[in-house]
């Protein structure tokens, strides 16, 4: 059972009308409705609750009584005070106004679920090795590593980020032009309070990535829809709808979610715009490294000789998720703005972490465990896509795409892509629709599944076998 200590405090507002004891019954009420407090949890006691809130124990007895005598809690003696074992969550008054449900875009599974997107090959990360590194950084641990951790990043990382980019990804930078954060949530989070500012148009790909448009949408900035086609973001149109625009946000080496790469004309045609206007280009690089018909593309930001490019990179997809690491390059003469803007926004990330990164790059594990995966998912991806399309081809076919961590599977015969993925995640398939990632009616259908998990051509029959019942 749950202790007092488990629980937040309750609060009571000295302003109200209504009586403190009132307050506090009511608070109570509202948790057990809500299964914030379950039956058996226990409650604090009067004497504590009483000297917490700083009110007299006779109100808190009080309200104990009342919700005692309408069989809320019960008083157990020396086991405290708890939640009555029948009790029952009761409907809210619905003569109270509603809260409206909060459409969010969340990659968080209780289990990692056939087709997932977002992760990894969970089973081939190299565990030992990274057991090791963290082993010997326990071991090694001193008072200093102990104290509040590095404001933008611990420099060994930083250092080692700038040194990998500049020999994978074409990236000439030095370590004080990379930011550690917590994500990409984080990254963007930190670009729009540096230089943005409330109601600045920022363009953005469509489809594109849920998650951009509602950071975008919290922070106040007017999203303005472009178009992507074969060769990615149609810079014209971004152009003909808002030229003006401050930023654009794109994903150059594998389009979220189409995983067309963005063209050459168009990178350039991209960059004179920003250069031109003096407005910001956000580079989400999420999967850059996995390319399957030829050596990785360099990054956009590798051809900007106006500094006027943002580098987004994560350890989500070629570590894992739950490391929760991710990082910024900013133009050199940015750094000073954004080192003051992190200091008012940014808390130190953990260092443990960052020093087994750290420790993996400098001594060649990471490169090596991206040349595998890069083995490894040119493998699954066909393996995936022979066995879905065994299964499936009368109802949809696969899009070729040169690199990434997923497959599009284009439907037939007008079918709903929504209701399928619907249908497919209420029976243990994790799918996206493409039409959940367009900001307006698209004629784009089709779903996004994950190849990275599955290790054969038998278990995409399996799942095919099943995605053709849901249809």
Same mark, same amino acid.
């Given at each position: 059972?749950?202790?007092?200590?488990?629980?937040?405090?309750?609060?009571?507002?000295?302003?109200?009308?209504?009586?403190?004891?009132?307050?506090?019954?009511?608070?109570?009420?509202?948790?057990?409705?809500?299964?914030?407090?379950?039956?058996?949890?226990?409650?604090?006691?009067?004497?504590?609750?009483?000297?917490?809130?700083?009110?007299?124990?006779?109100?808190?007895?009080?309200?104990?009584?009342?919700?005692?005598?309408?069989?809320?809690?019960?008083?157990?003696?020396?086991?405290?005070?708890?939640?009555?074992?029948?009790?029952?969550?009761?409907?809210?008054?619905?003569?109270?106004?509603?809260?409206?449900?909060?459409?969010?875009?969340?990659?968080?599974?209780?289990?990692?679920?056939?087709?997932?997107?977002?992760?990894?090959?969970?089973?081939?990360?190299?565990?030992?090795?990274?057991?090791?590194?963290?082993?010997?950084?326990?071991?090694?641990?001193?008072?200093?590593?102990?104290?509040?951790?590095?404001?933008?990043?611990?420099?060994?990382?930083?250092?080692?980020?700038?040194?990998?980019?500049?020999?994978?990804?074409?990236?000439?930078?030095?370590?004080?032009?990379?930011?550690?954060?917590?994500?990409?949530?984080?990254?963007?989070?930190?670009?729009?309070?540096?230089?943005?500012?409330?109601?600045?148009?920022?363009?953005?790909?469509?489809?594109?990535?849920?998650?951009?448009?509602?950071?975008?949408?919290?922070?106040?900035?007017?999203?303005?829809?472009?178009?992507?086609?074969?060769?990615?973001?149609?810079?014209?149109?971004?152009?003909?709808?808002?030229?003006?625009?401050?930023?654009?946000?794109?994903?150059?080496?594998?389009?979220?979610?189409?995983?067309?790469?963005?063209?050459?004309?168009?990178?350039?045609?991209?960059?004179?715009?920003?250069?031109?206007?003096?407005?910001?280009?956000?580079?989400?690089?999420?999967?850059?490294?996995?390319?399957?018909?030829?050596?990785?593309?360099?990054?956009?930001?590798?051809?900007?000789?106006?500094?006027?490019?943002?580098?987004?990179?994560?350890?989500?997809?070629?570590?894992?998720?739950?490391?929760?690491?991710?990082?910024?390059?900013?133009?050199?003469?940015?750094?000073?703005?954004?080192?003051?803007?992190?200091?008012?926004?940014?808390?130190?990330?953990?260092?443990?972490?960052? !020093?087994?990164?750290?420790?993996?790059?400098?001594?060649?594990?990471?490169?090596?465990?991206?040349?595998?995966?890069?083995?490894?998912? !040119?493998?699954?991806?066909?393996?995936?896509?022979?066995?879905?399309?065994?299964?499936?081809?009368?109802?949809?076919?696969?899009?070729?795409?040169?690199?990434?961590?997923?497959?599009?599977?284009?439907?037939?015969?007008?079918?709903?892509?929504?209701?399928?993925?619907?249908?497919?995640?209420?029976?243990?398939?994790?799918?996206?629709?493409?039409?959940?990632?367009?900001?307006?009616?698209?004629?784009?259908?089709?779903?996004?599944?994950?190849?990275?998990?599955?290790?054969?051509?038998?278990?995409?029959?399996?799942?095919?076998?099943?995605?053709?019942?849901?249809?």
């Amino acid at each position: 059972m749950k202790s007092s200590a488990s629980r937040p405090l309750l609060t009571i507002e000295s302003t109200s009308d209504e009586p403190f004891y009132r307050q506090i019954y009511h608070r109570v009420r509202a948790s057990i409705n809500q299964e914030l407090l379950k039956p058996g949890d226990r409650l604090p006691s009067a004497r504590q609750l009483a000297k917490e809130l700083g009110l007299a124990r006779g109100t808190i007895e009080s309200a104990y009584a009342l919700l005692s005598a309408e069989g809320y809690i019960q008083s157990q003696g020396q086991a405290g005070t708890r939640i009555a074992a029948n009790v029952q969550p009761q409907p809210e008054n619905k003569t109270q106004p509603q809260r409206a449900p909060t459409k969010a875009f969340g990659m968080h599974t209780p289990a990692i679920l056939p087709l997932q997107m977002g992760l990894p090959a969970m089973d081939a990360f190299p565990r030992k090795i990274w057991a090791r590194l963290g082993a010997r950084y326990l071991r090694a641990m001193q008072p200093n590593d102990m104290k509040y951790p590095a404001q933008f990043g611990l420099p060994a990382l930083r250092d080692a980020i700038a040194a990998y980019l500049h020999m994978a990804r074409g990236i000439a930078c030095t370590g004080a032009q990379v930011f550690i954060t917590s994500g990409y949530r984080s990254t963007l989070q930190l670009i729009a309070h540096t230089l943005l500012k409330a109601d600045d148009a920022v363009w953005v790909e469509d489809p594109g990535f849920p998650l951009t448009r509602q950071l975008l949408n919290n922070a106040q900035l007017r999203q303005v829809a472009v178009p992507v086609d074969a060769e990615g973001i149609q810079v014209h149109s971004g152009i003909t709808l808002a030229k003006n625009a401050r930023a654009a946000v794109v994903t150059p080496a594998h389009q979220s979610p189409l995983c067309v790469s963005l063209s050459l004309s168009r990178r350039l045609a991209l960059l004179e715009w920003a250069t031109q206007q003096k407005s910001w280009i956000i580079e989400d690089d999420y999967d850059g490294e996995y390319r399957y018909v030829s050596r990785p593309l360099p990054a956009l930001k590798s051809l900007d000789t106006a500094g006027r490019v943002l580098y987004c990179g994560t350890f989500s997809k070629v570590l894992f998720p739950g490391i929760r690491l991710a990082y910024l390059v900013v133009p050199e003469n940015e750094v000073q703005r954004f080192e003051q803007a992190s200091l008012g926004f940014l808390e130190g990330m953990g260092e443990m972490n960052q !020093a087994i990164v750290s420790a993996f790059m400098q001594e060649g594990h990471f490169s090596r465990h991206i040349h595998r995966m890069r083995k490894l998912y !040119a493998e699954r991806r066909e393996h995936a896509a022979a066995g879905l399309n065994k299964i499936l081809s009368q109802h949809l076919h696969i899009a070729p795409q040169p690199g990434g961590m997923h497959l599009v599977l284009r439907l037939h015969n007008g079918l709903n892509d929504v209701e399928i993925a619907a249908r497919m995640r209420a029976n243990g398939l994790y799918v996206h629709a493409i039409s959940n990632w367009s900001s307006h009616a698209s004629t784009e259908r089709g779903l996004l599944v994950s190849f990275t998990n599955i290790e054969s051509q038998a278990q995409a029959e399996k799942i095919g076998q099943k995605i053709l019942g849901l249809l």
